[in-house]
T-cell receptor, first 114, second 113 residues
Framework: GAVVSQHPSRVICKSGTSVKIECRSL??????MFWYRQFPKQSLMLMAT?????????EQGVEKDKFLINHASLTLSTLTVTSAHPEDSSFYIC??????????FGQGTRLTVV | GEDVEQSLFLSVREGDSSVINCTYT??????LYWYKQEPGAGLQLLTY?????DMKQDQRLTVLLNKKDKHLSLRIADTQTGDSAIYFC?????????????FGKGTKLSVKP
């Protein structure tokens, strides 16, 4: 299947700093990428929809100034968690669509804010 | 709003069949998916089914769809210990040119030797 590479897989940062997470589609072009957040023992919640060359669309309750999304090319989307706080600690997963129906997910990033 | 529900736990013995069930509410869903998540990892697409199909089989995996009851199931034949993971059911919600997936909370499958 198609490959979506997400980096880093784990990151620990200090409270108040910013962290950037990269999501790359390696063998297909993704005009749209989605960013999800997963709390322990819970399902994935959509945070935002990232469209190449335009501003991301954020879900209700997600702070766009805190979670900055950039989709500069058809193969790369980034999520930057700004001024991170311990409550931002979570598992973040990106996905990209190949064609219209197949969504492929990155490996996920475990963010721990201390 | 859209909702996807599935039981949280399932325990089976190695070699038995596993059946994971899911119900959804959005009758306009055209694609339904099963994903597998191993500990600390992202999601792996297992299979998906188009809503005009009743069944789809792929090796050890069989997906059954009852569109009238909005019920989806995943059957894993000859379950192995490597199948232990969390399985997510998801439906596609068309909010734009490409939809996003609405996930259930996941069913944790434990396979005992």
């Amino acid at each position: 299947g198609a490959v979506v590479s997400q980096h880093p897989s784990r990151v620990i940062c200090k409270s108040g700093t910013s962290v950037k997470i990269e999501c790359r589609s390696l063998d297909f072009q993704a005009t749209t990428m989605f960013w999800y957040r997963q709390f322990p023992k819970q399902s994935l919640m959509l945070m935002a929809t990232s469209n190449e060359g335009s501003k991301a669309t954020y879900e209700q309750g997600v702070e766009k100034d805190k979670f900055l999304i950039n989709h500069a090319s058809l193969t790369l989307s980034t999520l930057t968690v700004t001024s991170a706080h311990p409550e931002d600690s979570s598992f973040y997963i990106c996905s990209g669509y190949r064609e219209y129906t197949e969504a492929f997910f990155g490996q996920g990033t475990r963010l721990t804010v201390v | 709003g859209e909702d996807v529900e599935q039981s949280l736990f399932l325990s089976v013995r190695e070699g038995d069949s596993s059946v994971i069930n899911c119900t959804y509410t959005d009758s306009s869903s055209t694609y339904l998916y099963w994903y597998k998540q191993e500990p600390g990892a992202g999601l792996q697409l297992l299979t998906y089914i188009f809503s005009n199909m009743d069944m789809k089989q792929d090796q050890r995996l069989t997906v059954l769809l009852n569109k009238k009851d909005k019920h989806l199931s995943l059957r894993i034949a000859d379950t192995q210990t490597g199948d232990s993971a969390i399985y997510f059911c998801a439906e596609m919600n068309y909010g734009g040119s490409q939809g996003n997936l609405i996930f259930g909370k996941g069913t944790k499958l434990s396979v005992k030797p």
